[in-house]
T-cell receptor
Framework: DTEVTQTPKHLVMGMTNKKSLKCEQHMGHRAMYWYKQKAKKPPELMFVYSYEKLSINESVPSRFSPECPNSSLLNLHLHALQPEDSALYLC???????????FGSGTQLSVL | GENVEQHPSTLSVQEGDSAVIKCTYSDSASNYFPWYKQELGKGPQLIIDIRSNVGEKKDQRIAVTLNKTAKHFSLHITETQPEDSAVYFCAANSGYALNFGKGTSLLVTP
């Protein structure tokens, strides 16, 4: 199984809503990542978890709150987002940092 | 992170022709160079990668070459097919993560 599964695939939310994005992998990978991707741009790193601990936060606004409940799951909690936060949010995992990332299909988020 | 430059930004080829995408990187400590293919509405998919102790790697119709001295690496797709149409990203490891190039939109016309 080389799959990273993300739910939901699409999400529309208002600026006052609270929602969560979910990610799951069963490859035994110990590093998990959240990326944000705008149309026609490369993925931008947001957060890195290593062995279930947050190791990197790329100066992401506090309206994005990551959580790693266990080694297979990664969540991204969203609250009071802005329209400019509309993007494709990608989860990825890897056996080790900086190597062979496997991406999920992403959640296409629209903030109204 | 350190820069990864990718060219061209768009590439159109006829089916059966070859396509070449080039990237340069700036961090001399980078030692892992993957290539990703991203189709519309999907996440990036790893298609081939190369480590710094190897100069070339091939997998069927795709190959990657690396010149560590010049700090550049290239993706070569031979006998292109319409299903090769997608956005391709190169990347290099640097610091704690991968740095991505800006992407190349490849269109293969029948």
């Amino acid at each position: 199984d080389t799959e990273v599964t993300q739910t939901p695939k699409h999400l529309v939310m208002g600026m006052t809503n609270k929602k969560s994005l979910k990610c799951e992998q069963h490859m035994g990978h110990r590093a998990m990542y959240w990326y944000k991707q705008k149309a026609k741009k490369p993925p931008e790193l947001m957060f890195v978890y290593s062995y279930e601990k947050l190791s990197i936060n790329e100066s992401v606004p506090s309206r994005f709150s990551p959580e790693c409940p266990n080694s297979s799951l990664l969540n991204l909690h969203l609250h009071a987002l802005q329209p400019e936060d509309s993007a494709l949010y990608l989860c990825a995992s890897s056996q080790a940092h900086r190597e062979k990332l496997f991406f999920g299909s992403g959640t296409q988020l629209s903030v109204l | 992170g350190e820069n990864v430059e990718q060219h061209p930004s768009t590439l159109s080829v006829q089916e059966g022709d070859s396509a070449v995408i080039k990237c340069t990187y700036s961090d001399s400590a980078s030692n892992y160079f993957p290539w990703y293919k991203q189709e519309l509405g999907k996440g990036p998919q790893l298609i081939i990668d190369i480590r710094s102790n190897v100069g070339e790697k091939k997998d069927q119709r795709i190959a990657v070459t690396l010149n560590k001295t010049a700090k550049h690496f290239s993706l070569h797709i031979t006998e292109t097919q319409p299903e090769d149409s997608a956005v391709y990203f190169c990347a290099a490891n640097s610091g704690y993560a991968l740095n991505f190039g800006k992407g190349t939109s490849l269109l293969v016309t029948p």
